[in-house]
């Protein structure tokens, strides 16, 4: 006896759910959704006291809520400088950055149904450096950043989705394919306008940017990068359940009533905001985007209603931790980019072990 795509996904105006989702799963991911948050929270927190001028952790709390609640100052103006003025902004353009890229790189994921997708391996990230390269080069300002962030990251989504459908859907080895060739000519865009670029000028501020950095945060880099993030999450996160139909095909998306291209397309384009709203502030952080979904599946499954929310929080805490320690591993601060790479690299590779292993346990 078969089922339909609707029995199979449920109701379409609850969004699908899984038919057999053990109990301790379903607890697994109402405590996920409750308590991610406060881990956030107190993540940012300590990030706030952790530095070369470390501030306790109830001094930080109190210099939070005093600026909205008439508690009595104990704390010196040197405490309150540090922890307002020079970490907070830091702290939250990590946690925009870091569940943004997350979220894309679950969103991505399902859309082109392949697990090893990311806005950086799909090119979008070399993509969106080219149009902030290209800002730079040009003396144009961080509105100008953005902009040429999102449109040559969405050209870049375009290119790898136009090349590997050339003949209709591409199986998720031509994808990736795509996307490496996408990226590389990027890449070879940027690296001709590092060659042009004035080596005293120009050049210094696109290597460091393109290393991936949150150094030079502030609330105005906060703000640039929070309207395309938060106005590209957003829609990632409203359509969440949709996405759990498109992942079964488009032939089951159909059946249900949506418009699988028009919706891939929305998503794309959600991705392409985020990615460069990240990549304007923050440089290329890569691997993100690959390893938080990985982790946030493996924690409460891949129902995406739960998934993209996970995804965000875990991108968010992750990212904020690997920023702060950064900022205190040595005299000098390691690239953040560098480091997602040391960490994530090895992190997919165990997780890669643990699926084959799996895989061979369940032949």
């Known amino acids: 006896m078969t089922t339909s795509a609707a029995e199979r996904t449920g109701a379409r105006d609850h969004g699908p759910e899984p038919a057999a989702a053990p109990a301790f799963g379903r607890r697994r991911q109402r405590s996920a959704l409750i308590g991610l948050p406060v881990a956030v ?9 952790v530095g070369r001028y470390t501030v306790g952790f109830d001094d930080v709390v109190r210099i939070l809520l005093g600026q909205v609640l008439p508690i009595e100052r104990t704390w010196s103006d040197t405490e309150e400088a540090a922890v307002l003025q020079v ?33 950086q391996i799909l090119g979008v990230s ?20 953005v902009l040429g962030s999102f449109g040559f990251g969405l050209l870049a989504l375009v290119a790898v989705f ?26 070879a865009l940027v690296s ?23 150094a ?14 938060l106005l590209g999450g957003a829609l990632i996160y409203a359509l969440r359940w949709r996405i759990n139909v498109l992942s079964l095909g488009d032939e089951d998306a159909m059946t249900l009533g949506l418009r699988p291209r028009r919706l891939r397309w929305l998503l794309l384009t959600a991705v392409a905001a985020v990615v460069a ?4 502030v923050s440089g290329v952080i890569g691997w993100v985007g690959l390893v938080v979904p990985h982790l946030a ?45 040391l960490v994530g690299a090895p992190v997919f590779l165990l997780l890669l072990h643990r699926s084959r292993r799996r895989m061979w346990s369940d032949a």
């Open 277 to 280: 709203g990240a990549v304007a």
């Open 216 to 229: 030079t945060a502030t609330y105005g880099k906060v703000a640039v990068a929070a309207v395309p993030v």
């Open 87 to 119: 970490r907070l902004p830091r702290v939250l353009l990590a946690m925009l950055v870091g569940a943004g890229l997350a979220v894309c790189g679950a969103a991505l994921q399902a859309v082109f149904g392949n697990p090893i997708v990311s806005p």
């Open 41 to 49: 929270l107190l993540t940012g927190v300590i990030a706030l006291g």
């Open 162 to 187: 136009a090349t590997s459908r050339v003949r209709g859907p591409a199986p998720p080895l031509t994808i990736v394919l795509a996307g490496i060739v996408v990226g590389a000519f990027f890449s």
């Open 192 to 214: 001709l306008l590092t060659y042009l670029a004035d080596p005293y000028g120009e050049l210094q501020s696109i290597v460091f940017w393109l290393l991936g950095s949150l």
């Open 126 to 145: 070399s993509g969106a450096s080219f149009g902030g390269a290209l800002a730079i080069v040009l003396g144009l300002g961080s509105t100008a950043l």
């Open 297 to 341: 599946r493996l924690w409460v499954g891949p129902d995406h209603r739960v998934l993209i929310p996970v995804s965000l929080g875990l991108g968010a805490a992750y990212l904020t931790v690997i920023d702060t320690v950064t900022r205190n591993l040595g005299v000098a601060e390691i690239p953040l980019g560098v480091l997602t790479a």
